[in-house]
């Protein structure tokens, strides 16, 4: 993205006055802007929709280790001064009885430092195995390697660090691996660049989508949910489908294959060793198993700041990175306003110092905001449950996965195109196996029905519209006011907090990592405190100024 970064330089230096008029001049559109005429590219031909999954013995996915050295190494937030530090030891067991490892057996600890080679520093942690299991004829049950999370902390904010983690008294420690901290929070502090993925899965277009997100050399990533896509697999293994049901209608259970977990942990390793990743739960990780457990995979092996942003649930949580509060949230857990989550988001909110974190992201699996047929109104309930609140305190920008394709939304509040709402994201197209969507519900014929779209938690909340273009109609005749531009591709995205009020979004298609300065779509997004306050906005606001008379204003 070389032809950004002269703007994104210039304007640092601006004063707000300032950096209107110049970014009235660059190439790169504002959402000051909008609302945006809406635009589809429709999907190319030229392109496959899908690809088949890696296989297990696939270089990047195999193991490449011995005995109880270190893999699968990871990192992820725990506060402006502490990173958790994950990792894996030992096998993995497979068949019709397995036994657990003792996770007793291999120390938890990690030695880190300013210097190469100079561990100042030494932690200790947990280590924890998990089982999924089966007790129906011909499936088989799986026990995890050990996996351990060690919790690195008095940090300074920015900073790199050297550390080696393992457990030094076997020997057993793995090679030394680099990290930088993220800036402390701060109105003029920022990530260098977030990147934005979800629905990753393990095929050919998911090795184009990470070495193409590589390249852009992030400083953390944000995880949309749906990892690695373990339940495409009968317990046997085998190969993938990508749809379960059509392909295995007699399976008893929806299974999962769990080595393909540790195929993803080793493949996304030569990235999350070195920038941390923060994940949500997609409906790919729910993996029901006996006794009405799930979730196991995602909750064992996966260290995220529940405990440090006062959640007490993996499922939902907060951090800081720089001047940016981002909101991690679950939909396939109780969301309704009397439940904990909520009460949880509410606080979390209201403790928002927006002198000291100005942008305000959330996250989830599932969008809100979607012109697809596919997961069309699914997560209905959910917005009617919470919509309002990230409204009222001015959620700027959520991304969610889930559709199996890109789509940026106008700012929208309740249906309606308001200056204030949050700018909704779709990026579901990291690559995985069950395919790229191409289908917009409002397509002739490709409406679902109110009975489609049955989410795998939660109610069902289908709505037909009361006012507005789609008056008295489930789905839009056309393209949907607030849906700015859609296209179904593969990639990744990058967001780049410029200050308080000015970020870069962009948009990779992976067909872009071919063509230098190309990409799918590119937008500033431009906050505005002063029109969106929690004392000066109403609560719905149709009859709004635009954004481009807001520009004037400035």
Known sequence: MPNCIPWITLIIFLTVTEMAVALTQSPIPTTLEGPFV???RRFDPSLRRGSDDLPMDHPRLKKNVTSNFPEQIALAISSPTAMWVSWVTGDAQIGKTVRPLDPSTVGSEVRYGEESGKYTSVKKGVSVVYSQLYPFAGLLNY?????????????????????????????????EQALETLPEPGENTYPRRIAVVGDLGLTSNTSTTIDHLIQNDPSMILMVGDLCYANQYRTTGGKGASCFSCAFPDA?????????????????????????????????????????????????????????SGSKSNFYYSFDAGGVHFIMLGAYIDYNA??????????????????????????????????????????????????????????????????HAYERMNRVYNYTLDPCGPLYITVGDGGNIEEVDVDFAD????????????????????????????????????????????????????????????????????????????????????????????????????????????????
């Open 338 to 403: 009397t439940g904990a989550q909520y009460a949880w988001l509410k606080d979390d909110l209201h403790r928002v110092d927006r002198t000291v974190t100005p942008w305000l992201v959330a996250a989830w699996h599932p969008p809100w905001y979607n012109s697809y047929s596919s997961h069309y109104q699914e997560f209905e309930c959910m917005r009617q449950e919470m919509e309002a609140l990230l409204y009222q305190y001015g959620v700027d920008i959520v991304f969610s996965g889930h559709v």
């Open 252 to 308: 008893p259970i929806r299974e999962t294959y769990q080595p393909r977990w540790d195929g993803w942990g080793r493949f996304m390793e030569p990235l999350t060793s070195r920038v941390p990743m923060m994940v949500i739960e997609g409906n790919h990780e729910i993996e029901p198993q006996v006794s009405g457990i799930t979730f196991e995979s995602y909750l064992t092996r996966f260290a995220v700041p529940s405990d440090e």
């Open 38 to 40: 809406p635009a589809t």
């Open 143 to 175: 026990t995890s390697a050990i996996i351990h999370h060690v919790r690195i902390d008095g940090l300074k904010p920015g900073t790199k660090y050297y550390y080696k983690c393992g457990d030094s008294s076997i020997p057993a420690m793995s090679q």
């Open 443 to 554: 397509d002739p014929g490709k409406c679902p029905s109110a009975g489609d779209n049955t989410p795998e938690f939660g109610g069902v909340c289908h709505l037909n519209f009361s006012s507005g273009p789609a008056k008295g109609n489930f789905c839009w005749s056309k393209q949907p006011e607030w849906s700015a531009f859609r296209e179904s591709s593969f990639g990744h995205g990058i967001l780049e907090v410029v200050n308080s009020t000015y970020a870069l979004w962009t948009w990779h298609r992976n067909q872009d990592t071919y063509k230098e300065d190309s990409h799918g779509d590119q937008v500033y997004i431009v906050r505005q405190p002063e029109l969106c306050s929690r004392s000066a906005k109403p609560l719905v606001s149709p009859s709004a100024p635009s954004l481009s008379a807001a520009l004037h204003s400035l």
